[in-house]
């Protein structure tokens, strides 16, 4: 009554999952994405090699990513 209501067809529950996973991205991925490209910019400002500043934000990017999937 006072909720959303419960997804009763296929078609509802597709687009409660849709919906989810667009909110999940803009609240949860996204930020991670953007403190990366953060992380990226800072090293390469403070003289890091290119090489090593990918391995270090992929490596990072990667162990958050990998946290939010087992959250």
Do not use: C, N, Q
């Amino acid at each position: 009554m006072f909720g959303p209501e419960t997804p009763s067809t296929a078609d509802e529950v597709r687009e409660a999952l849709a919906k989810g996973l667009m909110e999940h991205r803009a609240t949860v991925v996204t930020p991670i994405f953007d403190t990366a490209d953060g992380m990226k910019a800072d090293l390469l400002a403070r003289g890091w090699p290119p090489a090593v500043v990918d391995y270090l934000a992929g490596a990072w990017l990667a162990a958050m990513l990998a946290k939010v999937g087992a959250a």
